[in-house]
């Protein structure tokens, strides 16, 4: 199950190998400039948009730096969301509200992880049956989660971390970026992800959870301490705008 997207359980299984590109040692494939960068060192991270070494905390009025989880085994997923987003950003030259367009660079992104564009396709159908898509269409994470459960898809129990993702989201995230200082920016960041992570720590040890149910719902966590801080800085170094996925 994944809670972000439900419809996408029909992509666990039958990957195809993907084709990735081997940039050698010290560099890796930037999904949103299509090419090799450099792997940064210690203290540095890649920027997104222009695929440079930055220093950590740098930036044009400052940079939000993700607060990983080393402790959560789907930290990773938060990672392949953010490289999603920026390759979709790419794709469509910017936000998007065209449910076409963005399904079909969604559908090329995946492709590049080792899925089939007929399995996405499905899985977004699927979603879109169940009232969890299209894109510009995507119901809160609140009502997400009360959706899941009235169809049986989760228990209460994981309903209730769902909700308290949500909560954690509305107190600390729901802020013009555009006016507010990047000290407070910061700072709301950090609560919100040291909160996200201290939920991981329970859901991870909570026995009335299913696996299934553990798997998104960390995998849930991970994305959003990591897409916050993308659209932070997305937000702070390219304008205001939307894209839904």
């Known amino acids: 199950m994944n809670l972000n997207n439900p419809a996408a359980e029909n992509l666990a299984t039958d990957k195809v190998k993907p084709n990735v590109i081997d940039c050698g040692i010290g560099y890796h494939w930037d999904f949103y400039l299509k090419k090799c960068v450099q792997t940064c060192s210690t203290g540095y991270h890649n920027d997104s948009i222009t695929g440079a070494c930055v220093i950590n905390g740098g930036g044009s009025g400052g940079t939000i730096k993700v607060i990983t989880n080393p402790n959560n085994p789907y ?9 999603g987003l920026s390759y979709v950003l790419n794709e469509l030259g910017g936000p998007s509200t065209n449910n076409s367009l ?3 660079a969604d559908i090329s992104y995946m492709q590049t992880l080792g899925y089939t564009s007929a399995q996405v396709d499905t899985a977004y159908n699927q979603g879109v049956r169940l009232g969890y898509f299209p894109f ?3 119901p809160e ?4 989660g009360n959706r899941m459960y009235s169809q049986g898809k989760i228990s209460a129990t994981a309903n209730n971390y769902v909700q308290q993702i949500y909560t954690l989201a509305v ?7 555009d006016s507010v200082p990047y000290s407070t920016i910061s700072s709301s ?3 919100f992800s040291n909160g996200l992570i201290s939920l991981e720590s329970s859901i991870k040890n909570n026995a ?3 696996s299934t149910e553990k798997i998104g719902l960390l995998s849930s966590c991970s994305i ?8 932070a800085n997305y937000i702070i170094n390219e304008g205001s705008g939307q894209v839904y996925m």
């Not at 930290?75 to 490289?83: K, L």
């Open 75 to 83: 930290d990773y997923i938060g990672s392949e969301h953010n490289s």
């Open 102 to 104: 963005i399904l079909n």
């Open 136 to 138: 510009t269409n995507v």
């Open 141 to 144: 994470l609140d009502s997400a």
């Open 171 to 177: 107190n600390n995230l729901n802020q013009n970026v």
């Open 189 to 191: 960041y950090t609560t």
């Open 208 to 210: 009335n959870l299913t």
């Open 224 to 231: 959003g301490r990591y897409s916050a801080s993308y659209w």
